[in-house]
């Protein structure tokens, strides 16, 4: 493939946007392993257009709704079936030298998202982690703004009934 001035080879353009699809896929998977694997297809299926992506403007937009479509279609695909939850923090987000407490109210935060939808995790990653507007979350997902407001709200909803079943026992 030659290059053309200006543009950027697919390899760098990989390389360049893989550690932050793997920070996001890491958020909605909550296990290194599995984000390591949805990164590697996402860029897999990318690399059929990696000529077109290359020469987009916001090929890290591109890339980040591909992630996303790959999650949801994983949710899919995989049903309903019984996931085990990671019980610690990925090595990625080690503690460091955070007081114990927090590392264990963090790890109980990452085993409530784990029990969401691939959808309702995706708009709460999106929204509080990625700090994007619910407009941008409608566009990544393909959706409209009132559903992206459904998700985080019936997602919200069942970690409050969560965190109130806790707190109760």
């Keep these: 493939m030659t290059e053309e001035p200006g543009t950027t080879s697919w390899a760098d353009l990989a390389l360049t946007h893989a550690p932050a699809l793997l920070r996001l896929a890491v958020m909605l998977t909550g296990t290194r392993f599995e984000a390591e694997d949805l990164v590697q297809t996402t860029l897999m299926r990318a690399g059929r257009h ?73 708009v709460l990653v999106l929204r509080y982690y990625e700090d994007l507007p619910d407009h941008d979350i409608a566009d990544l997902l393909g959706v409209p703004e009132s559903t992206v407001r459904s998700h985080a709200h019936r997602a919200l909803g069942a970690l409050r009934h969560r965190l109130s079943e806790g707190a109760t026992r």
């Design 50 to 122: 990696s000529d077109r992506i290359a020469r987009m403007d916001a090929p890290a937009a591109y890339l980040r709704r591909m992630l996303l479509n790959e999650h949801a279609s994983r949710g899919r695909r995989l049903g309903r079936r019984v996931h085990e939850l990671a019980t610690a923090v990925p090595e990625t987000y080690a503690a460091g030298d955070l007081p114990q407490d927090a590392v264990e109210h963090r790890d109980e935060a990452w085993r409530w998202l784990a029990t969401l939808s691939p959808r309702q995790r995706a």
